[in-house]
């Protein structure tokens, strides 16, 4: 054996030793056993909340705004005459000149653009190239959130996002709309691979479902389909997301830096500093917190010592360093762009759906965050009703209902069957975005945590982009579609059960595994 060998296995087992030591002296020293134990759910925890629920809203309003930006108008007749149909619509027109006309719920691009039948599917194209935005924008603020901080990514992504959507409702055509709306989804995909991480390293362990299931996407689905009903065109409504993300901005200006992110750069003593001033907000201060806090505090500067004696910044790379973590960063990356893929194809199609797109989508939002509140009460009384389980349920449901879909489509029929299986996935789903994020957050240490988020949203954004195109085969025949998003989920499920552990109830890691358990980097 080489001597360089022989040295190296010395150092990882001092490596070893001393974390264990570390250990030893939180238990028996402190009388909080992490930086978890120090988060209470009080007066500052309820800032937090406001801010996250109105970055929620922004972030949805402007991920899901081509649902009803992007709806396509009916064709009801061409000047006086009355047309069922687009084949209908171009014999006359080429015949007489005649105008469309149109009948439409919201004032979409395609009613003020005029792209209508065929034309119409340019608008939906575009939904792929504006969330490659929102793609873009997660991998970007991902890496700026884990190098300068949660709080400052989001403040800049927040004023971003408004500008943008701001500047996106004077366009003059499609082209300028595509432009100005891509870039600000760069922004919005800031906000949202950033603002759950900071939420989640500001509540309570024992409180993080309930309140993930409660500040989610799901009740702001009820309240977006109302706003946009009442915005009436989509240039109105771009306003209203602007101004929206414009609130947020706000919130964060009464918000301080996450205490987590702090202590993982090492900046102990403004970690400290925001710590005791989050108590004093709480009216929980009392002298001996800061002893209690400095003991936290030192174990916290022990570890840091031990696992960063050379400046390190971390990237995506590292979320594959041992193989555990490699088979559990691919199935999440899996999961998540087959759960993508199956809520925005179901989602940027729903005006096919009978009824109001309002309503429906007011009903797909209210039954979400009904499953929602189900599971977290479930979460909150049941020990044994883990996130696991949630994703194991949610993904046979999510299943079943598409496959009920094909079947009845197959058959010749639909109708109701297909608004009834469009809510129950979608709701499911949200059960399944909510887990699989928690679940990451929980599994991942804080030196790459918000890089596990901004990847696996990152990688979200590939089902999204390509889920408008999805439909398509409709074409060829009306239960392909539902078919095909059948067999991702079952493959979803398949692999989630063999690589995902359970995570319920975990204490935050803050540091990457010692470098001997690395596949690679076990030496500068």
């Not at 989610?216 to 309240?223: M, Y």
């Not at 939002?365 to 929602?372: E, L, P, Q, S, T």
């Not at 809510?423 to 596990?452: D, G, H, W």
Request: glycine letters at 4%; charged letters at 15%; proline letters at 3%.
């Amino acid at each position: 054996m080489s001597t360089s060998s022989t040295s190296e296995e010395d150092e990882n087992f001092i490596e070893s030793i001393e974390e264990q030591k570390t250990l030893e002296v939180l238990t028996s020293n402190s009388k909080f056993k992490s930086l978890d134990d120090l988060v209470e759910l009080r007066w500052y925890c309820l800032l937090v909340l406001i801010m996250a629920e109105l970055t929620a809203f922004t972030a949805l309003a402007s991920v899901t705004m081509m649902v009803f930006a992007g709806a396509n108008p009916t064709i009801v007749g061409c000047d006086s005459t009355p047309i069922n149909n687009c084949h209908e619509l171009s014999l006359l027109k080429n015949r007489t000149g005649c105008t469309p006309v149109l009948e439409y719920q919201f004032e979409s691009v395609q009613v003020e653009f005029n792209y209508i039948c065929d034309d119409a599917k340019k608008v939906k194209n575009t939904i792929t190239i504006q969330t490659f935005g929102v793609l873009v924008g997660a991998a970007i603020f991902g890496q700026v959130s884990d190098n300068f901080g949660r709080r400052k990514a989001l403040i800049i992504s927040c004023i971003g996002n408004a500008i943008f959507n701001l500047v996106t409702s004077y366009s003059p055509d499609l082209f300028y709309f595509v432009v100005w709306r891509t870039v600000a989804n760069v922004f919005a995909g800031g906000i949202t691979v950033v603002q759950m991480v900071y939420m989640v390293e500001n509540i309570p362990r024992k409180d993080r479902m309930w309140i993930q299931n409660s500040i989610t996407w799901s009740p702001n689905l009820i309240l977006f389909p109302y706003i946009a009903y009442l915005s009436h065109d989509w240039r109105t409504l771009s306003v209203v997301i602007a101004a929206a993300s414009l609130l947020s901005f706000f919130a964060l200006i009464l918000l301080e830096e996450s205490p987590r992110w702090l202590v993982q750069k090492g900046n102990f003593e403004e970690a400290r500093r925001l710590l005791v001033k989050i108590r004093k907000t709480d009216r929980l201060y009392t002298p001996e917190f800061e002893k209690d806090l400095d003991e936290v505090l030192k174990i916290e500067a022990e570890k840091h010592a031990i696992t960063h004696k050379k400046s390190k910044k971390y990237t995506f790379i590292h979320l594959f360093c041992t193989w555990k973590m490699m088979a559990q960063t691919v199935t999440f990356i899996i999961g998540i762009i087959c759960t993508s893929l199956i809520v925005y194809a179901l989602m940027y199609n729903l005006e096919n759906l009978t009824g109001s797109l309002f309503w429906n989508g007011a009903a797909i939002g209210a039954a979400r965050w009904i499953v929602n509140i189900l599971v977290s009460i479930a979460d909150y009384k049941l020990p044994w009703f883990g996130r696991k389980l949630i994703n194991i349920l949610s993904m046979i449901f999510t299943a079943a209902s598409l496959g009920v879909m094909a079947v009845f489509l197959y058959t010749g029929n639909g109708g109701n069957i297909l608004a009834i299986g469009t809510t129950v996935a979608i709701a499911m789903c949200s059960q399944l975005f909510i887990a699989k994020y928690l679940m990451v957050n929980e599994l991942y240490p804080t030196a790459v945590r918000n890089l596990a988020v901004s990847a696996v949203s990152t990688m979200s954004r590939i089902g999204s982009m390509f889920s408008p195109q999805l439909f398509y085969l409709k074409d060829v025949a009306e239960w392909l579609p539902y078919a095909v998003l059948m067999a991702f989920q079952v493959v979803d499920l398949i692999i989630f059960c063999f690589f995902i552990p359970e995570t319920k109830g975990v204490h935050l890691e803050n540091h990457l595994p010692p470098k001997h358990k690395r596949i690679f980097g076990k030496r500068s």
